[in-house]
């Protein structure tokens, strides 16, 4: 059987979708490389005045976690090299990005900070869609 025929309007909306997750996409890879970038490049005293946590974990767990973020912010966007390839990959990195964010809110929730919680809040909401939307087509 035939797939059915796309509409204008539904291949309209599947444009406008996808335009929407890229700019998503684009968004969290800029705000994870330059997250990853500071937490490899700054000292752990100035990371402790913009984020507190840091004072609380061991320099190479907070070295670590910024090269977690950069590869996971370039896996995202990996599609743009080969969607065939690079889409398990975006699954992948949203997943693992989405997971880190909802560990990140509860803690800054937690610990009473609204502007880190809200960031953590923005993340989420645009990381969802992309997990949600690249994983079904």
Known sequence: MPAPALTSRTRAFASYRNLALWTFQGWIAMFFIAAG????????????????????????????????????AIMVLTPLISWRLGRPLVVLAAAGLLALQAVM????ALDLNVGLSLTNLFLLAITAPVLWFRRTG
Do not use: D
Request: charged fraction near 10%; avoid cysteine; charge should be negative.
């Open 37 to 72: 970038y500071a937490k490899l490049t700054e000292s752990i005293e100035n990371l402790t005045v913009l984020m507190q946590w840091p004072a609380l974990a061991s320099p190479a767990f907070v070295r670590g976690l910024g090269v977690v973020e950069i590869i996971l």
């Open 105 to 108: 809110l509860i803690w800054h």
